[in-house]
T-cell receptor
Framework: AQSVTQPDIHITVSEGASLELRCNYS??????LFWYVQSPGQGLQLLLK??????LVQGIKGFEAEFKRSQSSFNLRKPSVHWSDAAEYFC???????????FGAGTTVTVRA | GAGVSQSPSNKVTEKGKDVELRCDPI?????LYWYRQSLGQGLEFLIY????????KSGLPSDRFSAERTGGSVSTLTIQRTQQEDSAVYLC??????????????FGPGTRLLVL
């Protein structure tokens, strides 16, 4: 079975600074990989997803993620955060041919002025 | 267009009571999913509907949980004889195509359930 680990429960970053959120997955083959963001009181919104091809994926809101097979990682990055990026971020994995996404426990991002 | 909607947004109930949670998927989406998000946890898959196929109920935690999808659209998740450990946010998602295509799942805002 697949699993996802987000090692950082909470990250605080200054506005304008760069952000990197870590995600490690466990699965025997190349899975589908996703990053979702959840703002307070909101549902999850898809930031980006990886299925195959270019290992650097661009998403919405200026986010990007890089798939590294050798490290079983799919880390999310943003060069310069905005106060509106304060939210909870979830990494998810869905094996090819399956629809049951497995989510990490999430990383809460706080942005300080 | 309209996104996935869920009702109620919040529900407080007493232990032992039954509750019904409703999900209206995006129009035209054939696949519908229910997840549970407990405090400090990631999302936990509960059930999946695809068209007229039999639902995948493999994620339901106990027989107190059931769900149906009427007319291929609206879905209701029912929890009977609620327990305090059922307290969580219940999220519904839908996707345009079958889930095994890796199609993007669009999530609703969730129903926050508190069992006293």
């Amino acid at each position: 079975a697949q699993s996802v680990t987000q090692p950082d429960i909470h990250i605080t970053v200054s506005e304008g600074a760069s952000l990197e959120l870590r995600c490690n997955y466990s699965y025997g083959a190349t899975p589908y990989l996703f990053w979702y963001v959840q703002s307070p009181g909101q549902g999850l919104q898809l930031l980006l997803k990886y299925f195959s091809g270019d290992t650097l994926v661009q998403g919405i809101k200026g986010f990007e993620a890089e798939f590294k097979r050798s490290q079983s990682s799919f880390n999310l990055r943003k060069p310069s955060v905005h106060w509106s990026d304060a939210a909870e971020y979830f990494c998810a994995v869905g094996p090819f041919g399956d629809y049951k996404l497995s989510f990490g426990a999430g990383t809460t991002v706080t942005v300080r002025a | 267009g309209a996104g996935v909607s869920q009702s109620p947004s919040n529900k407080v109930t007493e232990k032992g009571k039954d509750v019904e949670l409703r999900c209206d998927p995006i129009s035209g989406h054939t696949a519908l999913y229910w997840y549970r998000q407990s405090l400090g946890q990631g999302l936990e898959f509960l059930i999946y509907f695809q068209g007229n196929s039999a639902p995948d109920k493999s994620g339901l935690p106990s027989d107190r949980f059931s769900a149906e999808r009427t007319g291929g659209s609206v879905s209701t998740l029912t929890i009977q004889r609620t327990q305090q450990e059922d307290s969580a946010v219940y999220l519904c998602a839908s996707s345009r195509l079958a889930g095994d295509t890796g199609e993007t799942q669009y999530f609703g805002p969730g129903t926050r359930l508190l069992v006293l």
